[in-house]
T-cell receptor, first 113, second 114 residues
Framework: DTGVSQDPRHKITKRGQNVTFRCDPISEHNRLYWYRQTLGQGPEFLTYFQNEAQLEKSRLLSDRFSAERPKGSFSTLEIQRTEQGDSAMYLC???????????FGPGTRLLVL | AQSVSQHNHHVILSEAASLELGCNYS??????LFWYVQYPGQHLQLLLKYFSGDPLVKGIKGFEAEFIKSKFSFNLRKPSVQWSDTAEYFC????????????FGTGTQLKVEL
């Protein structure tokens, strides 16, 4: 059990650029979640997958955001045409169905200039 | 809509003082409740959780929380804090009917002074 890993840990980009983040969940965890955390706030739910199926997306997830989990293992979160308001910590978590405890990764901190 | 509120945003205590952090939730159905902790420079870690059964749950590092359904509360307690408890604490509710996605409170920054 190596824990949830995320890559990169930090990303600085210019407004209008596209960025992609990767999350590797704990092996055999079939649920994978993405959250966003801004300064002074708790994490906010973005979307989650059960195996490879994306089952729910928050209204926070505009059409510039897309997430995939192609083989039910790792996941990617892409933000197109980044805006300064996208600057945040993007967190990934995973869990087993039925166990319901989510384990969080270290996050990817995004800064959009 | 689900919501979780934490009353204290910043708490400063001396070592050995007792701690109680408030958390209230608003959920339409069955909810799982969690407290997570984030130590400086580290990722979110689970402190304790409540799914059902005994409303007093014990977690790691001497923390406990009590689920009081009539008050919609899930307060975190520790009888004697240590300097190493300095961290940010988040209360969260999991929607059992919605893939257990979590709704977090805004967090409480705890500083324990020697």
């Amino acid at each position: 059990d190596t824990g949830v890993s995320q890559d990169p840990r930090h990303k600085i980009t210019k407004r209008g650029q596209n960025v992609t983040f990767r999350c590797d969940p704990i092996s055999e965890h079939n649920r994978l979640y993405w959250y966003r955390q801004t300064l002074g706030q708790g994490p906010e739910f973005l979307t989650y997958f059960q195996n490879e199926a994306q089952l729910e997306k928050s209204r926070l997830l505009s059409d510039r955001f897309s997430a995939e989990r192609p083989k039910g293992s790792f996941s990617t979160l892409e933000i197109q045409r980044t805006e300064q308001g996208d600057s945040a910590m993007y967190l990934c978590a995973s869990s087993l169905i039925g166990a319901e405890t989510q384990y969080f990764g270290p996050g990817t901190r995004l800064l959009v200039l | 809509a689900q919501s979780v509120s934490q009353h204290n945003h910043h708490v400063i205590l001396s070592e050995a003082a007792s701690l109680e952090l408030g958390c209230n939730y608003s959920y339409g159905g069955t909810v799982n409740l969690f407290w997570y902790v984030q130590y400086p420079g580290q990722h979110l870690q689970l402190l304790l959780k409540y799914f059902s059964g005994d409303p007093l749950v014990k977690g790691i590092k001497g923390f406990e929380a009590e689920f009081i359904k009539s008050k919609f509360s899930f307060n975190l307690r520790k009888p004697s804090v240590q300097w190493s408890d300095t961290a940010e604490y988040f209360c969260a509710g999991g929607d059992t009917g919605g893939g257990n996605k979590l709704t977090f409170g805004t967090g409480t920054q705890l500083k324990v002074e020697l």
